[in-house]
């Protein structure tokens, strides 16, 4: 079965604070991509980062980062010095190779950066 | 265009009418994608086109909803005999269509659709 599992639902913090957002994956395939989305009041969701299965070397752009562990299934997403920009939710998702229909969503993590 | 364009942004209707969603993708996508969000929920996956193949209509959750595609291009997506529960956000999203699976989704703004 795949599965993505967000279990913070919301989150809240003050203005400047690091937070992670923790993403756990279940599939049996060994080739799959992770994907991160944001989703601002706006409405419109907006690409954040796609990462292949082979590939777990950690990524940082900019205040993002992320951090894949195959070994724990888990591909968090860490904010560093949050800004009230940052307020959002933020979905998770995986595909499986060669399976081009259908990502499986998490439920997203609401984030609330307070000033 | 540069984006993925839908409309209406909004929709208010009465319980029973048909309504019309429409997504113009991004020139070039030959993927396209209906998704369903409801209030605090996640994205549910309604229906697929790619290219010139038969579209994956696996998610549509009843025969009142349907959905084509237009040359290629333009997607429509229609709800007949609109239940209260149909009230959601409809999401579009197109992408190049790549073997791997390692599509990027570019989405549009939504559809906020509202049965009253």
């Known amino acids: 079965a795949q599965k993505v599992t967000q279990a913070q639902t919301e989150i809240s913090v003050v203005e400047k604070e690091d937070v992670t957002l923790d993403c756990v994956y279940e599939?049996?395939?060994?080739?799959?991509?992770l994907f991160w989305y944001k989703q601002p009041p706006s409405g419109e969701l907006v690409f954040l980062i796609r990462?292949?299965?082979?590939d777990e070397q950690n990524e940082i752009s900019g205040r993002y980062s992320w951090n894949f562990q195959k070994s724990t299934s888990s591909f968090n997403f860490t904010i560093t010095a949050s800004q009230v920009v940052d307020s959002a939710v933020y979905f998770c998702a995986l595909i499986n190779a060669g399976n081009n229909r259908k990502l499986i969503w998490g439920l997203g993590t609401s984030l609330a950066v307070n000033p | 265009g540069a984006g993925v364009s839908q409309s209406p942004s909004n929709k208010v209707t009465e319980k029973g009418k048909d309504v019309e969603l429409r997504c113009d993708p991004i020139?070039?996508?030959?993927?396209l994608y209906w998704y369903r969000q409801s209030l605090g929920q996640g994205l549910e996956f309604l229906i697929y086109?790619?290219?010139?193949?038969?579209?994956?209509k696996s998610g549509l959750p009843s025969d009142r909803f349907s959905a084509e595609r237009t040359g290629g291009s333009v997607s429509t997506l229609t709800i007949q005999r609109t239940q209260q529960e149909d009230s959601a956000v409809y999401l579009c999203?197109?992408?190049?269509?790549?073997?791997?699976?390692?599509?990027?989704?570019?989405f549009g703004a939504g559809s906020r659709l509202t049965v009253l």
């Open positions: 599939t049996r395939d060994t080739t799959y991509y």
């Open positions: 999203a197109s992408s190049l269509s790549r073997g791997s699976g390692a599509n990027v989704l570019t």
């Open positions: 020139s070039g996508h030959t993927a």
């Open positions: 990462r292949n299965s082979f």
């Open positions: 086109f790619q290219g010139n193949s038969a579209p994956d």
